[in-house]
């Protein structure tokens, strides 16, 4: 049997004229506060769910069911028994009719016949005018309510992401761009301040890439080209995303689009593959017949390589030359005697929930479950970083963890609780897509073929997180 869904009403109206009480400290006794007063009696309590919203942006509307009136402002644990839905032009409305969960006298009350006959008149009166009202069922109530609870925490994670201060890296835009040419008094670097000149997606992408006390030294912008490949006898031309290559003071990113976006759309998301300037091995511009290749070798703390090539278009010669010259400078020489700065790993503490799942305690006891697989397997290690895959994505409920020394992939699998685990010091590099067709984490490790695991759009923070400790990590191990 399906489970109940109940949620908690705040009642804004009573149906008809309601005591109010109040809570008198000084005698610790419940008072009478007052009388809410209606100007036409109802057939039900009106008020809203808590913690919703509708695509308006406004809290799902409710009537609850009830023999005496409820007060306004109190707090009601309800069960949906239908919803009522009305149009008017191109507007929809729509509204939950519950029953207090509290009232024995509704706890069989499942569906519109199972309402006393008085509300039940009410509502088929409201069914019969001609505002093309209907009637829904309890499932549809529910689902209902699921979407209006889910939209409502998005809302909130989105809030607190637009209430983060601004990164040291970001200039300000209002500068003029005579303005913008280097001093040494300058706040910004020049890479900073014509940051304006990247698309406006990618400067975007970047608040999700880099550090808020990360400075930007250098960029070199990748337009969309194409170049002739030839396979055997076969040729064929090769369409590269725009893509952004960046230096920082902590690692090279290279960014591109996950899928070319079509004109007037913001983006469709990004790939991007980021190295500890640490790990720097070597750098190399090849000059082709119609392209610039580059190619980036870093090396894990094993001494094992790896090399990543990136292409660009002849028209940014300049650009990518600068570029390999500035990395360049981060190569380890012979007899190093250079400081070499440490970097500080800063853990994470985000919160592993799953903002698709109604049922917080659901959600909560996969996760305990899921640490108590991995709890044997760390060896006095500290927990940098987590990330969580529910349950609802491909491959089940997983559970990723970032200690000082491993990477542990834990799966909800009592005969194979461990998908992978991992030696931090052997990876050279990580790549995390962040896209509406599918996102992944990759951990590249020379001489194997990387280590990829999908995750929902949901958990991009916890991931982006997991990324963000492996590469402070590894510049450091």
Same mark, same amino acid.
């Given at each position: 049997?399906?489970?109940t869904?109940?949620?908690?009403?705040?009642?804004?109206?009573?149906?008809?004229?309601?005591?109010?009480?109040?809570?008198?400290?000084?005698?610790?006794?419940?008072?009478?506060?007052?009388?809410?007063?209606?100007?036409?009696?109802?057939?039900?309590?009106?008020?809203?769910?808590?913690?919703?919203?509708?695509?308006?942006?406004?809290?799902?509307?409710?009537?609850?069911?009830?023999?005496?009136?409820?007060?306004?402002?109190?707090?009601?644990?309800?069960?949906?028994?239908?919803?009522l839905?009305?149009?008017?032009?191109a507007?929809?409305?729509?509204?939950?009719?519950?029953?207090p969960?509290?009232?024995?006298?509704?706890?069989?009350?499942?569906?519109?016949?199972?309402?006393?006959?008085?509300?039940?008149?009410?509502?088929?009166?409201?069914?019969?005018?001609?505002?093309?009202?209907?009637?829904?069922?309890?499932?549809?109530?529910?689902?209902?309510?699921?979407?209006?609870?889910?939209?409502?925490?998005?809302?909130?994670?989105?809030?607190?992401e637009?209430?983060?201060?601004?990164?040291?890296?970001?200039?300000?835009?209002s500068?003029?761009?005579?303005?913008?040419?280097?001093?040494?008094?300058?706040?910004?670097?020049?890479?900073?301040?014509?940051?304006?000149?990247?698309?406006?997606?990618?400067?975007?992408?970047?608040?999700?890439c880099?550090?808020?006390?990360?400075?930007?030294?250098?960029w070199?912008?990748?337009?969309?080209?194409?170049?002739?490949?030839?396979?055997?006898?076969?040729?064929?031309?090769?369409?590269?995303?725009?893509?952004?290559?960046?230096?920082?003071?902590?690692?090279?990113?290279?960014?591109?689009?996950?899928?070319?976006?079509?004109?007037?759309?913001?983006?469709?998301?990004?790939?991007?593959r980021?190295?500890?300037?640490?790990?720097?091995?070597?750098?190399?511009?090849?000059?082709?017949?119609?392209?610039?290749?580059?190619?980036?070798?870093?090396?894990?703390?094993?001494?094992a390589?790896?090399?990543?090539?990136?292409?660009f278009?002849?028209?940014?010669?300049?650009?990518?030359t600068?570029?390999?010259?500035?990395?360049?400078?981060?190569?380890?020489?012979?007899?190093?005697?250079?400081?070499?700065?440490?970097? =500080?790993? =800063?853990?994470?503490?985000?919160e592993?929930?799953?903002?698709?799942?109604?049922?917080?305690? =659901?959600t909560?006891?996969?996760?305990?479950?899921?640490?108590?697989?991995?709890?044997?397997?760390?060896?006095?290690?500290?927990?940098l970083?987590?990330?969580?895959?529910?349950?609802?994505?491909?491959?089940?409920?997983?559970?990723?963890?970032?200690?000082?020394?491993?990477?542990?992939?834990?799966?909800?699998?009592?005969? =194979?609780?461990?998908?992978?685990?991992?030696?931090?010091?052997?990876?050279?590099?990580?790549?995390?897509?962040?896209?509406?067709?599918?996102?992944?984490?990759?951990?590249?490790?020379?001489?194997?073929?990387?280590?990829?695991?999908a995750?929902?759009?949901?958990?991009f923070?916890?991931?982006?997180?997991?990324?963000?400790?492996?590469?402070?990590?590894?510049?450091?191990?």
């Amino acid at each position: 049997m399906k489970d109940t869904v109940t949620f908690d009403i705040v009642v804004e109206q009573p149906f008809a004229d309601a005591n109010t009480f109040a809570y008198d400290e000084h005698a610790r006794a419940i008072r009478l506060d007052g009388v809410a007063r209606v100007n036409d009696s109802a057939w039900a309590n009106r008020g809203f769910i808590f913690a919703s919203a509708t695509p308006r942006g406004e809290p799902l509307r409710v009537f609850l069911i009830s023999d005496a009136p409820i007060p306004p402002n109190v707090r009601v644990e309800a069960r949906a028994v239908g919803a009522l839905e009305w149009t008017r032009g191109a507007m929809t409305d729509r509204a939950i009719v519950a029953v207090p969960v509290a009232d024995a006298r509704y706890a069989s009350a499942r569906a519109f016949n199972d309402l006393p006959a008085p509300h039940r008149a009410a509502i088929q009166r409201l069914l019969e005018r001609p505002a093309s009202a209907r009637w829904l069922d309890a499932s549809f109530a529910d689902e209902l309510i699921h979407l209006a609870r889910q939209r409502a925490r998005l809302a909130q994670v989105e809030q607190r992401e637009q209430a983060r201060a601004r990164p040291a890296w970001e200039s300000d835009s209002s500068r003029s761009l005579i303005d913008r040419l280097a001093r040494e008094t300058d706040l910004h670097t020049q890479a900073e301040a014509a940051l304006f000149l990247v698309p406006y997606r990618f400067q975007q992408y970047l608040r999700l890439c880099l550090d808020p006390d990360e400075r930007i030294l250098f960029w070199a912008h990748r337009p969309r080209f194409s170049i002739n490949r030839v396979m055997g006898i076969d040729a064929f031309e090769k369409f590269l995303c725009e893509g952004l290559l960046l230096l920082t003071d902590q690692q090279i990113l290279w960014m591109m689009d996950s899928v070319t976006p079509s004109a007037g759309v913001a983006g469709y998301g990004y790939i991007a593959r980021s190295v500890a300037v640490e790990m720097l091995a070597a750098i190399a511009l090849e000059e082709k017949i119609e392209y610039l290749e580059t190619k980036i070798a870093s090396v894990n703390k094993r001494g094992a390589r790896e090399m990543f090539v990136l292409e660009f278009p002849t028209s940014a010669r300049e650009e990518v030359t600068e570029a390999a010259r500035l990395l360049k400078a981060f190569l380890p020489r012979a007899n190093e005697t250079r400081l070499r700065r440490v970097p =500080k790993v =800063k853990a994470s503490r985000i919160e592993l929930d799953d903002p698709m799942e109604s049922d917080r305690d =659901k959600t909560r006891a996969i996760i305990e479950q899921l640490q108590s697989a991995l709890a044997p397997e760390l060896n006095r290690e500290n927990i940098l970083a987590q990330a969580f895959v529910p349950m609802w994505a491909d491959g089940g409920a997983r559970l990723i963890t970032v200690s000082d020394a491993k990477v542990f992939v834990t799966a909800q699998n009592a005969r =194979k609780p461990f998908d992978a685990a991992f030696c931090v010091n052997a990876i050279a590099s990580v790549e995390i897509c962040y896209s509406v067709f599918g996102s992944w984490m990759r951990l590249h490790v020379p001489d194997a073929n990387p280590f990829e695991i999908a995750f929902p759009l949901t958990a991009f923070k916890s991931f982006n997180a997991c990324g963000r400790v492996l590469r402070q990590l590894s510049a450091r191990i």
